[in-house]
T-cell receptor, first 112, second 115 residues
Framework: DQQVKQNSPSLSVQEGRISILNCDYT??????FLWYKKYPAEGPTFLIS?????DKNEDGRFTVFLNKSAKHLSLHIVPSQPGDSAVYFCAATSNSGYALNFGKGTSLLVTP | GAVVSQHPSRVICKSGTSVKIECRSL??????MFWYRQFPKQSLMLMAT?????????EQGVEKDKFLINHASLTLSTLTVTSAHPEDSSFYIC???????????FGSGTRLTVV
């Protein structure tokens, strides 16, 4: 049973524009959320995270928004660059520090 | 930053043989490591949680006799795929967490192909 869902398998965005990647979760016990970037045949690399006590966290070109009532979060990348092309995974966990629950990922393609 | 080393990165083996995958935390001690499996275009699915000095905790549907996990030290966990079959072919990734909740670090993964 997928507790973290990324319903868009792929997204194509022009360079310089905004990329918005969405993620929904079903488990109300989740209170910490993370975004990872992954290239083929490599492990995921951490991008940005957000705690449930916040609704926004920003780090450079990356901003994550959390809507707890909707159990929805999104990752905004502005401006998008060709080097951002990768698969982005949304993950969730609880403060008890158990393992991460991942979505299926969204493949982002940023075209010049 | 925290580094997790995973070896081998790629392995091809014959059906019926066993394969061992190592996961090492290079600059920190990890009492808990996690093993994930990823099918093409699918999510990373947690297989088991590896606890140093005790038995691993397996997720539902994961055969513990097939996927043997050993966490003998604070810096090393191993996953052994026993009597491998073609359906075991997959991408296996380990992870260790250092401190904070955003401190999960992943190994580079192992592509296992069983022929």
């Amino acid at each position: 049973d997928q507790q973290v869902k990324q319903n868009s398998p792929s997204l194509s965005v022009q360079e310089g524009r905004i990329s918005i990647l969405n993620c929904d979760y079903t488990n109300s016990m989740f209170d910490y959320f993370l975004w990872y970037k992954k290239y083929p045949a490599e492990g995921p690399t951490f991008l940005i995270s957000i705690s449930s006590i916040k609704d926004k966290n920003e780090d450079g070109r990356f901003t994550v928004f959390l809507n707890k009532s909707a159990k929805h979060l999104s990752l905004h990348i502005v401006p998008s660059q060709p080097g951002d092309s990768a698969v982005y995974f949304c993950a969730a966990t609880s403060n008890s520090g158990y393992a991460l629950n991942f979505g299926k990922g969204t493949s982002l393609l940023v075209t010049p | 930053g925290a580094v997790v080393s995973q070896h081998p990165s790629r392995v091809i083996c014959k059906s019926g043989t066993s394969v061992k995958i190592e996961c090492r935390s290079l600059d920190f001690q990890a009492t808990t490591m996690f093993w994930y499996r990823q099918f093409p275009k699918q999510s990373l699915m947690l297989m088991a949680t590896s606890n140093e000095g005790s038995k691993a905790t397996y997720e539902q549907g994961v055969e513990k006799d097939k996927f043997l996990i050993n966490h003998a030290s604070l810096t090393l966990s191993t996953l052994t795929v026993t009597s491998a079959h073609p359906e075991d072919s997959s991408f296996y990734i380990c992870s260790a967490r250092r401190g904070r909740l955003d401190g999960y670090t992943f190994g580079s993964g192992t592509r296992l192909t069983v022929v």
